[in-house]
């Protein structure tokens, strides 16, 4: 009986043992895909991330300059984020045009871009952060992507170039300064009545506004 007790209790252990390394096995090779798919890389003009989404842009040279064009993919990767704050305050690039893979731009990622004063924003782009293009002093015209759902805040405030954009059907809400010290807010000609107008957006009204108020035939959402 001792004997029969002494080598169920060797079985028992040679299993915990081989049970324990698997997982140990498994542990280590899980923090290696961790470790690869985390690391920043760098392909000399820009920094990258690998995720499961795609590729996100993280930091640029700094010395680009004039046209930039951002690669629709990276290590057979799509390219489908721009990060916070990529090109802040450069002020030699002058146009960016975007891939058609991408579907999101990051907080900053154009803030003081003062030269800019073009940029091709794919349909495939469903999110503009916070002061993506805040203070892009030469940026005349924007075409915002059919697939935006909002502009959030400051995104476009102190463009004070930026006299016309084009706002897609799909967008449903402008945030709170998000077009402040624009060309388009700053000239007098676009305020009716007190108010201004952005697409089908009653984005601001002024302190003249009082008494009984109506808005315009055909806006479809107010903003005040």
Not at 53 to 63: L, Q, R, V
Not at 84 to 107: A, D, H, R, W, Y
Not at 116 to 122: A, G, K, N, T
């Amino acid at each position: 009986m001792k004997k029969l007790s002494k080598t169920i209790l060797s079985l028992v252990l040679i299993f915990s043992l081989i049970f324990v390394s698997s997982l140990t096995a498994s542990a280590e090779v899980f923090c290696d895909h961790k470790t690869a798919q985390t690391a920043d890389k760098s392909n000399g003009s820009f920094t990258y991330n690998i995720t499961d989404d795609g590729i996100i842009i993280k930091s640029a040279d700094e010395k680009l300059s004039g046209k930039v064009t951002i690669p629709s993919e990276i290590e057979n990767n799509p390219v489908t984020q721009l990060g916070s704050f990529l090109f802040l305050n450069n002020t030699k690039i002058t146009s960016v045009t975007l891939p058609e893979t991408l579907k999101t731009i990051g907080s900053r990622a154009f803030e003081g871009c003062s030269a800019l004063r073009s940029v091709i924003i794919p349909d495939s782009v469903t999110r503009i952060e916070s002061e993506a293009f805040r203070g892009c002093t030469s940026l005349e015209t924007v075409k915002l992507p059919s697939s935006l759902q909002s502009v959030e805040w400051g995104t476009f405030e102190g463009c004070t170039a930026l006299n016309k954009i084009d706002m897609p059907e799909s967008l449903s809400s402008l945030a709170a300064e998000s077009f402040e010290n624009t060309g388009i807010y700053n000239n007098k000609e676009n305020w009716e009545n007190g108010a201004l107008y952005i697409g089908q957006f009653l984005y601001k009204t002024d302190g003249s506004v009082s008494g009984i108020f109506t808005v315009k035939e055909g806006t479809k959402h107010i903003n005040i």
